[in-house]
């Protein structure tokens, strides 16, 4: 069975930095891409950042600069650098994943950024 297991995220001060991690287990594929959705209080999901298997990337016009997009293959691990943290990042952000045609999503971590 296919897993994703979100890490790292907590309660920091504004303009801090967070790293999360996310680990797929029981799969030996990698997956075709990897990445990073958040959802704020009383709002929609949306589009953190994303990374294929050939190592492409994207991100929300509004994160780019201040976030990062990483993956580690031979552990089937993505992970987001997120730097000068403001409330407005404040949320639970997801890993997801796509391998071959389905979709997988983590439970969720919680991000929240005190000003």
């Known amino acids: 069975q296919v897993q994703l297991m979100e890490s790292g995220g907590g309660l920091v001060q504004a303009g801090a930095s967070l790293r999360l991690s996310c680990a797929a287990s029981g799969s030996v594929f990698v997956f075709n891409v990897m990445g990073w959705y958040r959802q704020a209080p009383g709002k929609q999901r949306e589009l953190v950042a994303t990374?294929?298997?050939?190592?492409?990337?994207n991100y929300a016009d509004s994160l780019k600069g201040r976030f990062t997009i990483s993956r580690d293959y031979a552990k089937n691990t993505v992970y987001l650098q997120m730097n000068s943290l403001t409330p407005e990042d404040t949320g639970v952000y997801f890993c997801?994943?796509?391998?071959?045609?389905?979709?997988?999503w983590g439970q969720g971590t919680q991000v929240t950024v005190s000003s």
């Open positions: 997801a994943g796509t391998l071959v045609v389905r979709d997988y």
């Open positions: 990374m294929t298997k050939e190592g492409s990337t």
